[in-house]
């Protein structure tokens, strides 16, 4: 090794070791953090059974394909049922999405106003202080050759990452 190299060896060490270290310790902290604040952690229920999560019972969920005069041409209406008996904490949540299981994976939001029906915060919301069971009625506009089997997401403030997935096959048509 020449002068230069010699003298600055153990300087060209700790950057060789200490710059990947750098950008991984970075690419960890920015990656963990994306993930850590979004639905990423599904904890799924096959179709027929329910499931014991932040201490509420969701399910079983059904899902049915029915003709309604006011969905679009080139569409049709899956109606989701959703039942859920709360526990001892209070429950907040928006209306589930409805998701392909296989194929394009392609996604809805529930479509009660765009069915002309308006929102009805007692069948699409959960914000429940009581104790009460209750049920998810939600509507979605599917393209009409999407067949199923669907998910639905019920994301629970309060338990991101983690999230209830329902899986659905739809009955009708």
Do not use: H
């Amino acid at each position: 090794m020449t002068g230069w190299w010699r003298k600055n060896a153990v300087g060209l060490a700790a950057v060789v070791v200490l710059l990947p270290v750098t950008f991984g310790a970075i690419a960890w902290q920015e990656w963990g953090g994306y993930y850590s604040f979004r639905p990423s952690q599904p904890v799924v229920v096959e179709p027929g059974d329910n499931l014991e999560f932040a201490d509420a019972m969701f399910g079983p969920a059904t899902a049915r394909f029915y003709d309604d005069p006011d969905a679009p041409a080139g569409s049709r209406v899956v109606r989701v049922r959703i039942p859920v008996e709360p526990g001892e904490t209070e429950l907040q949540c928006s209306p589930p999405l409805l998701r392909e299981a296989t194929g394009a994976q392609r996604q809805w939001d529930e479509a009660s106003s765009a069915l002309g029906r308006g929102l009805d915060d007692d069948r699409t919301l959960c914000y429940s202080d009581s104790s009460e069971p209750f049920e998810f009625v939600l509507e979605y506009l599917v393209p009409s050759d999407s067949t199923g089997p669907f998910y639905a997401d019920v994301e629970l403030s309060g338990e991101i990452p983690r999230f209830v997935r329902l899986t659905l096959e739809p009955e009708g048509l």
